[in-house]
């Protein structure tokens, strides 16, 4: 195991959802996520060729996810993993979840940190306030890809590439259907 000491100050947001929530495919803005949640199922996460697969809840386990922030400070090779939540059958115990999401300070500046790139290493992201990403975000739909923004070249060659598998895969297995009720969550 490699510890890195980063110089990003974390803010902490908690927030804690419940009953029959669902959320529309999004990823995370901020850092890290750490998820805990009842017995209910209902998270579900993309895997990079478009399917949705469910993820099992597990109340003894904390589910962590990468935030946009992470991604881009590791210069891509952390992702930020596209997911949702189906809202539970009608009958079925309300989904709980608690959730931390560490994001940086208003006026953290984000960009990849030198201490992860190899030498000659093209950065994939601009350098970003965490106060620009939310402007940036309050003007975007919840399931855009909200570091469009703030790619450089390298990084828009990398997610058209991306975007060309998920159609290719998309013709022979076309994604699930969109959950019944979805809720903004950022
Ligand atoms: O409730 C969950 O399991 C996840 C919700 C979520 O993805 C979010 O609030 O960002
Ligand atoms: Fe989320």
């Known amino acids: 195991m490699v510890a890195i000491t980063v110089p990003i100050s974390v803010d902490a947001i908690p ?3 419940c009953a029959h929530a669902a959320a529309a495919a999004h990823t995370d803005p901020q850092i890290i996520s750490v998820l805990r949640s009842n017995r209910t199922g209902g998270l579900q996460i993309m895997l990079p060729e478009g399917r949705w697969v469910p ?8 589910f962590i996810n990468v935030g946009d922030s992470l991604q881009v400070l590791t210069n ?3 992702r930020s993993v596209k997911h949702r939540v189906v809202a539970p059958a009608e009958g079925q115990q309300s989904r709980l979840s608690v959730i931390y999401f560490g994001g940086p300070a208003p006026t953290q500046r984000i960009a990849p940190l030198p201490e992860l790139m ?3 290493e093209q950065s994939l992201y601009r350098e970003f306030t965490w106060a620009e990403y939310k402007k940036a975000a309050y ?7 909200r ?6 070249p390298a990084a828009v060659t990398q997610e058209a590439t991306k975007a060309d598998h998920h159609c290719s895969s998309n013709a022979v297995q076309p994604p699930a ?3 019944p009720h979805v809720a903004r969550v950022h």
């Open 55 to 62: 993820v099992a809840p597990d109340p003894d386990s904390l």
């Open 147 to 152: 570091l469009g923004p703030f790619e450089l």
């Open 15 to 17: 927030l804690v959802k």
């Open 177 to 179: 259907p969109a959950p």
């Open 76 to 78: 891509g090779r952390f």
């Open 139 to 145: 003007k975007s739909r919840l399931g855009d890809h």
């Open 118 to 120: 190899r030498e000659g």
